[in-house]
């Protein structure tokens, strides 16, 4: 079965830090591109970040460009999501989803369900 | 940036209606375009992709057709099943439109 399984999200103050987790299983890791999307609650997607299979290429949002790095360990079929300078409106729940091709230029075609994220003192 | 606009923001409709979703980008995007599905406390769900290619699985009554700045998402016949947000995507740089709501009228 494809899936995707995110983890790390939790309850955290403005400023600090959190790394999220995604494990994939079910297909060939290395061999597709991988994004992070949140959502703020009751509100829509935002695409976040985006890593192409060889990590050689890399995007983020303007909102999140010089906090956050993404990252990927194809060894373990693992994707990563380091969020630094965390805001109250980082909050959301945070996807991941892989990419129908490898260059991460292509839709999501399998979503995970969801790690919360919650920025507050 | 490119700009994703939808519409409507909400749809009331019946079981059985031909539903029709609006997504405008701010520029041309080619056929760079998918829409989601997404319900309640669920993750998102491919539907189509390339604008209108029908991703693996999705039942035959959505289609997406248009090109360049215009799109549509088409559902034939509304079914229960089908109540829920949609989102238009473009994937040059992945922004995504603000969704549409369909709901039972």
């Known amino acids: 079965e494809v899936q995707l399984v995110e983890s790390g999200g939790g309850l955290v103050q403005p400023g600090r830090s959190l790394r999220l987790s995604c494990a994939a299983s079910g297909f060939t890791f290395d061999d597709y591109a991988m994004h992070w999307v949140r959502q703020a609650p009751g509100k829509g997607l935002e695409w976040v970040s985006g890593i192409s299979w060889n990590s050689g290429s890399i995007g983020y949002a303007d909102s999140v460009k010089g906090r956050f790095t993404i990252s990927r360990d194809n060894a373990k079929n693992s994707l990563y999501l380091q969020m630094n300078s965390l805001r109250a409106e980082d909050t959301a729940l945070y996807y991941c989803?892989?990419?129908?091709?490898?260059?991460?230029?292509?839709?999501?075609?399998?979503w995970g369900q969801g790690t919360m994220v919650t920025v507050s003192s | 940036d490119i700009q994703m606009t939808q519409s409507p923001s909400t749809l009331s409709a019946s079981v059985g209606d031909r539903v029709t979703i609006t997504c405008r980008a701010s520029q041309s995007i080619s056929s760079w375009l998918a829409w989601y599905q997404q319900k309640p406390g669920k993750a998102p769900k491919l539907l189509i992709y390339k604008a209108s290619s029908l991703e693996s699985g999705v039942p035959s009554r959505f289609s997406g057709s248009g090109s360049g700045t215009e799109f549509t998402l088409t559902i034939s016949s509304l079914q229960p099943d089908d109540f829920a947000t949609y989102y238009c995507q473009q994937y040059l740089k992945w922004t995504f439109g603000q969704g549409t709501k369909v709901e039972i009228k």
């Open positions: 989803a892989k990419d129908k091709g490898g260059a991460a230029t292509h839709a999501f075609d399998i």
